[in-house]
């Protein structure tokens, strides 16, 4: 099985640490922190997240629009938390709705 830290790894070598942040909901300084071992705090949310988002094949699972990246993931949160209920379009709102709810972003 793969660990956590591995997994980390791997996705802050294959792209910038902001983005594996950002995707993460937490700031580049906390990923370079944990990835040098230096994080003063728990980890157990960061592996979470970790596992979460990257653990199933790099996928993260929408209820709305299916298994999606965890780049897409961020980016319709993101949206859907600007937009809200102010949108007419019935799909944004459900995803709207089911960002509210979604477990990786609170």
């Known amino acids: 099985m ?3 830290m ?26 370079s922190l944990v990835l040098a071992g230096k994080y003063p705090a728990s980890t157990a949310g960061i592996e979470a997240r970790v596992m979460a988002l990257y653990g ?19 980016t319709c949160w993101e949206r859907a938390k600007k937009i ?9 709102i459900r995803l709207y709705r089911a960002c509210l709810k979604c477990e990786l972003r609170s």
């Open 6 to 31: 591995n997994i980390l790894q791997q996705q802050a070598a294959s792209r910038s640490r902001a983005d594996v942040a950002r995707e993460l909901g937490v700031s580049p300084s906390t990923i």
């Open 2 to 4: 793969t660990n956590w």
């Open 84 to 92: 809200g209920v102010r949108c007419g379009n019935p799909a944004t």
């Open 56 to 74: 199933c094949d790099g996928k993260v699972r929408c209820p709305v629009m299916g298994l999606i990246s965890p780049s897409l993931c961020v």
